[in-house]
Structures are given as structure tokens and as C-alpha cells.
């Protein structure tokens, strides 16, 4: 067999089927609804989740002495826990496609902020005072990261 008649219509082949992956077989995408953009996202769901998982574990020296803060109770453990929750699924809210500035780096840096976060997620519920002090900075470094990209005046 002659090489350009045999590898032509293997080449077609592979296209059509790729072809038919693309449009899932006739599904159609889910129907997502976004109210918020991505700088009110920040302001009413990244932010102030980061920033209880943040404030949630610290040593604070003060003139009376020295706070070693952490959830204590069931209560502020499950707060953190479902703040950690929020920011985890904040990272999946900001691939939707109205929100996305890209497929790369935006989708890298957005699974970044759900895998960092779910780490805090998984301390909060074993109450890893430890776990969920380590994590921080590895979730401050994310939100840098994508700021210093994304952020036109930051
Ligand atoms: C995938 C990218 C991305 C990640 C990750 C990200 N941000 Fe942002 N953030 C942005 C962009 C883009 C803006 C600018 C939005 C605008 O002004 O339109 C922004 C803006 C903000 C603002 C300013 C909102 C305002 O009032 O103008 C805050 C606060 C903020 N981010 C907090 C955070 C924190 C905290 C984290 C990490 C826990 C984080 N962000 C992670 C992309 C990201």
C-alpha cells in the first residue's frame, strides 16, 4: 500500500471522531446561570471565606501575653470547615465560562485555589490546627499569583 492513500483516510477518522467528542454526543451544555462577575465573587465569597480560614489559627502576642487562637468549639470548627468549603467551590465558580479570561493559566491558577483550599477543608474536619496554619500561606501564594496575571492595578 502506498503511504499517502493509506494515511488520509486514517487521518479523517481520527477527526470525525474527535468531532463527535466536542459536541458529547448531542448534550447540551449545562445551562449555568452567573449573576456575579469575578470582582464580586471576590468581594462576597473569596475574601471573606479566605479570611476566616486565615483568622482561624494564629499566635497573637499582645501586652497581657500571648493568644494562641484556633477553633475550639464544634461550632467554629464547622465554621471554618464550611468557609473552607466556600473557597474550594469559589475556585470551580471561576471556570464557568463567564468568568474564565482564559483556558490556561486562569484554569490552572482557579484549580490551584480548589486543591489548596480543599486541604484547609480536609484539616478543618480533622481539626489539624497545624494542617490548616501550613495551608494558609499556600492559599495567600495562589490569590497572589492570579492577581499579579489578572489584576489590571494590583
Ligand atoms: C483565578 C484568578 C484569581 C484567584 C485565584 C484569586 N483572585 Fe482575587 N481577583 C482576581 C481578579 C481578576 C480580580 C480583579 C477583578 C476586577 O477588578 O474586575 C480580583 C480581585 C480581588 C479583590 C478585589 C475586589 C475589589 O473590591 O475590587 C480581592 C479582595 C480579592 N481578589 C481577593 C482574593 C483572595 C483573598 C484570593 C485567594 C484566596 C483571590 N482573590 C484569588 C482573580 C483571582
Given at each position: ?33 452567573p ?21 482561624s ?30 473557597l ?7 471556570m ?7 483556558g ?13 483550599s ?37
Open positions: 500500500m502506498k503511504p499517502r492513500t493509506s494515511r488520509l483516510p486514517a487521518g479523517l477518522t481520527i477527526l470525525v471522531a474527535a468531532g463527535l467528542a466536542a459536541v458529547g454526543c448531542g448534550q447540551a451544555p449545562p445551562p449555568y446561570k449573576v456575579a462577575d469575578v470582582k464580586q465573587l471576590m468581594q462576597g465569597i473569596v475574601d471573606p471565606s479566605a479570611d476566616v480560614v486565615w483568622e489559627v494564629a499566635t497573637i502576642f499582645t501586652k497581657e501575653g500571648v493568644e494562641d487562637r484556633r477553633p475550639r468549639t464544634a461550632d467554629e470548627w464547622a465554621n471554618v470547615r464550611n468557609h473552607a468549603m466556600m474550594t467551590e469559589a475556585g470551580n465558580l471561576l464557568m465560562p463567564s468568568r474564565a479570561k482564559d490556561y493559566e486562569w484554569m490552572k491558577m482557579a484549580q490551584e485555589l480548589v486543591d489548596t480543599a486541604v484547609a477543608l480536609r484539616a478543618a474536619e480533622a481539626k489539624n490546627v497545624e494542617g490548616l496554619y501550613d495551608v494558609g500561606g499556600k492559599i495567600d501564594e495562589v490569590c497572589e499569583k492570579c492577581h499579579k496575571k489578572y489584576w489590571p492595578n494590583y
